[in-house]
C-alpha cells in the first residue's frame, strides 16, 4: 500500500506526558501537512512542512506543539506535556507538490489521542 | 466570516437515489481549490473530487460530480446512485491562491452527515 502512513492510530496519554505522532507520506510526495480534528468539527490546518523545512506553522499552538520532517524518516508532530484539550484526531496529508490548485493533499488514517 | 459553509449538518438519501451536498465558500483570490473528502466511520479522509477555480466545466469522477456555480460561490457535491457505503461524514475544502507562491493551505467546512437507507 503506497499511500499515507500514520502510527500509531490510537494514542492515550496521561496529563503532563509526551506524545509522538508519526507520519510517513505517499511515496513520491515530497510535502507534508498536518491537521486536527476536534470533534464534531471539520479539519484545522496545522504546519505544513517540506523535507528539513517548516513551510508554515501559522496553525500551530506556539507552546508546547513542534513538528520536524528530517531528511530521511518519517515526519513527526510532538506535543509535550499534554492537556486534556489535546484530545482529538491528528490528520497527515501529503502531496506531490505541483505548481497550482491541482496539488491534491491525501490524507493518512489519522492518529486519535486521547488524554486522560 | 466562515471560508466554507455547510449548511447540512444532515442528510438522508434512499439508496439508489441522487443526493446533492451544499457548500458555498468565500474568497476574493481569483484562483483557488475546491476538495470534497469523504470520511466513514472508520475515520479516515478520502479524496473524492476537485474543481479549480479556472475549469470551464463541472468535474465529475464516477458517481460523484461537482456542480460548480462560481457566481453564487457554490460547489454542491452531487452523488447519483446513492449506496449503502456512502453513508459518511463530507467535508468540502477550499484552497486559496497566494500570490508569489504556491497554495497549500486547506479550509474545511463543519462537514454534512448522510446516511444512506436501504
Known amino acids: 500500500n503506497a499511500g499515507v502512513m500514520q502510527n500509531p492510530r490510537h494514542l492515550v496519554r496521561r496529563r503532563g506526558q509526551e506524545a509522538r505522532l508519526r507520519c510517513s507520506p505517499m511515496k513520491g510526495h515530497s510535502h507534508v501537512y498536518w491537521y486536527r480534528q476536534l470533534p464534531e468539527e471539520g479539519l484545522k490546518f496545522m504546519v505544513y512542512?517540506?523535507?528539513?523545512?517548516?513551510?508554515?506553522e501559522s496553525g500551530m499552538p506556539k507552546e508546547r506543539f513542534s513538528a520536524e520532517f528530517p531528511k530521511e524518516g518519517p515526519s513527526i508532530l510532538r506535543i509535550q506535556q499534554v492537556v486534556r484539550g489535546d484530545s482529538a484526531a491528528y490528520f497527515c496529508?501529503?502531496?506531490?507538490?505541483?505548481?497550482?490548485?491541482?496539488?491534491?493533499?491525501?490524507f493518512g488514517p489519522g492518529t486519535r489521542l486521547t488524554v486522560l | 466570516a466562515q471560508k466554507i459553509t455547510q449548511t447540512q449538518p444532515g442528510m438522508f438519501v434512499q439508496e439508489k437515489e441522487a443526493v446533492t451536498l451544499d457548500c458555498t465558500y468565500d474568497t476574493s483570490d481569483p484562483s483557488y481549490g475546491l476538495f470534497w473528502y469523504k470520511q466513514p466511520s472508520s475515520g479516515e479522509m478520502i479524496f473524492l473530487i476537485y474543481q479549480g477555480s479556472y475549469d470551464q466545466q463541472n468535474a465529475t469522477e464516477g458517481r460523484y460530480s461537482l456542480n460548480f456555480q462560481k457566481a453564487r460561490k457554490s460547489a454542491n457535491l452531487v452523488i447519483s446512485a446513492s449506496q449503502l457505503g456512502d453513508s459518511a461524514m463530507y467535508f468540502c475544502?477550499?484552497?486559496?491562491?497566494?500570490?508569489?507562491?504556491?497554495?497549500?493551505?486547506?479550509?474545511f467546512g463543519k462537514g454534512t452527515l448522510l446516511t444512506v437507507n436501504p
Open positions: 496529508a501529503s502531496s506531490s507538490g505541483t505548481s497550482g490548485s491541482t496539488d491534491t493533499q491525501y
Open positions: 512542512l517540506q523535507k528539513e523545512n517548516i513551510i508554515d
Open positions: 475544502a477550499m484552497r486559496e491562491g497566494h500570490s508569489g507562491g504556491s497554495n497549500y493551505k486547506l479550509t
